[in-house]
Nanobody, 121 residues
Framework: QVQLVESGGGSVQPGGSLRLSCAAS????????VSWYRQAPGNQRELVAA???????KYRDSVKGRFTISRDKVKNTWYLHMNNLKPEDTAVYYCNAIIEGIGDPNFRDCWGQGTQVTVSS
């Protein structure tokens, strides 16, 4: 069993900053890819940022230069640092990980519970 627990959402004014955290726990051998997705009302869930085990990083174009994904491999925790937030960043943010688990022959696609980020003046 693997569990992802998110924290750090909230409400900020445009131009503000937030940091989201996601901690994975359970029978984990390794986190192959860790990611952040978001979903705004009426929209599909979209990839925001992803970080692979060999440190390859991908961002969606609209957040490049403003958001940074990072991870603490020892703590099985990853972060999304969000700066210069805009109203269009308002969404529920979900963490995601592709996990190699102990005693599991398959990689697992695991999701956090989601955390609301609201950017408004």
């Amino acid at each position: 069993q693997v569990q992802l627990v998110e924290s750090g959402g909230g409400s900020v004014q445009p131009g503000g900053s937030l940091r989201l955290s996601c901690a994975a726990s359970g029978s984990i051998i390794s986190l192959l890819v860790v990611s952040w997705y978001r979903q705004a009302p009426g929209n599909q869930r979209e990839l925001v940022a992803a970080l692979s085990s060999d440190d390859e990083i991908k961002y969606r174009d609209s957040v490049k230069g403003r958001f940074t994904i990072s991870r603490d491999k020892v703590k099985n925790t990853w972060y999304l640092h969000m700066n210069n937030l805009k109203p269009e960043d308002t969404a529920v943010y979900y963490c995601n990980a592709i996990i190699e688990g102990i005693g599991d022959p398959n990689f697992r696609d695991c999701w956090g519970q989601g955390t609301q980020v609201t950017v408004s003046s």
